[in-house]
């Protein structure tokens, strides 16, 4: 079993309605989570990060942790054809290792 | 100011062969991590640097694999006799201070083997 796992998409979503990520982890001592955007043929981008269990909103982005069910989400409202990129998951495992999930590709339709 | 830059941007080499991978952290970033990312996969955790010392190698995928960092600056990743599965793109990030939450990616170096 991965310790990360992500619906790999593609997620294809009209602009302006809410696309939905999804994210599980495995070991239960984990305890920060992060999404990152990647753009094509781009590095990775830290865009939201999340510690304890709960919903946490950045503007159009909001993550919800539930540490009990070991998922983490990422909702972006309002989607843009900007955000149309591939979103990883990540999970820290200690102070120093993230561990990705493989990343979700969305599209966002004008 | 300047972001972590990672040379060459692009390498093509023959199976067998030696490649030598550079990143050049964040100036007094102290934290330097490598990462590698197959086509489809995610990231995958390769080495950090704590200044000079790399207390966890065990991410590495063989012994082919090897990393330095001198002068708590600049990091090379060596890849020794190249093999196609060793085709991807290698991250280098770093970050102020050990920890998981900002690290800065570079652009990585895409590396073909053939």
């Known amino acids: ?110 | 100011g300047a972001g972590v830059s990672q040379s060459p941007s692009n390498k093509v080499t023959e199976k067998g062969k030696d490649v030598e991978l550079r990143c050049d952290p964040i100036s007094g970033h102290t934290a330097l991590y490598w990462y590698r990312q197959s086509l489809g996969q995610g990231l995958e955790f390769l080495i950090y640097f704590q200044g000079n010392s790399a207390p966890d190698k065990s991410g590495l995928p063989s012994d082919r694999f090897s990393a330095e960092r001198t002068g708590g600056s600049v990091s090379t990743l060596t890849i020794q006799r190249t093999q196609q599965e060793d085709s991807a793109v290698y991250l280098c990030a770093s970050s102020l201070v050990l920890g998981p939450e900002t690290q800065y990616f570079g652009p990585g170096t895409r590396l073909l083997v053939l």
């Open chain 1, 1 to 110: 079993q991965k310790e990360v796992e992500q619906n790999s998409g593609p997620l294809s979503v009209p602009e302006g309605a809410i696309a939905s990520l999804n994210c599980t982890y495995s070991d239960r001592v984990s305890q920060s989570f992060f999404w990152y955007r990647q753009y094509s043929g781009k590095s990775p981008e830290l865009i939201m990060s999340i510690y304890s269990n709960g919903d946490k909103e950045d503007g159009r982005f909001t993550a919800q942790l539930n540490k009990a069910s070991q998922y983490v989400s990422l909702l972006i409202r309002d989607s843009q054809p900007s955000d149309s990129a591939t979103y990883l998951c990540a999970v820290s495992l200690n102070d120093y290792k993230l561990s990705f999930g493989a990343g979700t590709t969305v599209t966002v339709r004008a």
